[in-house]
């Protein structure tokens, strides 16, 4: 006898329930539902959790409040007169600047040209580097812009 010569037994009952196990027909899998299907994969919960927690290190968070008020000295030179104050509250005022939540925003920073805030005097807002040149202040600028950090050369010993 040779496995090319034999043949199916005729007297063989089908049985293709649950397959698997000894059971019987839902071989240890329940009645129905997606963990008694064939191929099942349930997705684990805290693959989930972990999957958006991100990949890259470090510390990202940034140094700069969220609630920066940004406004152009062109706006506030059409506003106000020489001689008068600029505050947070005279730019909520006169509507340059809206408030925020109620309150009259702290953060405010004056962006753009040196010369035209020359003849107003500022109080409590901020500048960035081209208008806080030119500008009288009585306060100090309460946010600091960072400054550059110069990188030392490595120096390389010769024979």
């Known amino acids: 006898m040779q496995s090319h010569t034999l043949t199916a037994s005729k007297n063989r009952t089908k049985r293709r329930v649950g397959r698997g196990g000894k059971r019987g027909s839902f071989s240890g899998r329940g009645i129905k539902g997606q963990k008694a299907r064939a191929g099942r994969k349930m997705r684990p919960e805290l693959r989930d959790i972990i999957k958006k927690i991100p990949k890259h290190k470090g510390y990202r968070h940034s140094y ?83 400054p550059e950090v110069k990188t030392k050369a490595t120096k390389t010993k010769t024979k």
């Open 64 to 146: 700069r409040p969220s609630n920066i008020v940004t406004v152009r000295a062109s706006s506030i030179s059409k506003a106000f007169k020489a001689g008068e104050t600029v505050t947070p509250k005279t730019l909520v005022e006169k509507r340059i600047v809206k408030r925020l939540s109620g309150r009259v925003p702290t953060n405010i920073r004056i962006l753009g040209d040196k010369k035209l805030l020359a003849k107003l005097d500022v109080n409590g807002v901020t500048f960035t580097g081209e208008s806080k040149s030119n500008a009288k202040t009585k306060a100090k600028p309460e946010v600091k812009v960072k």
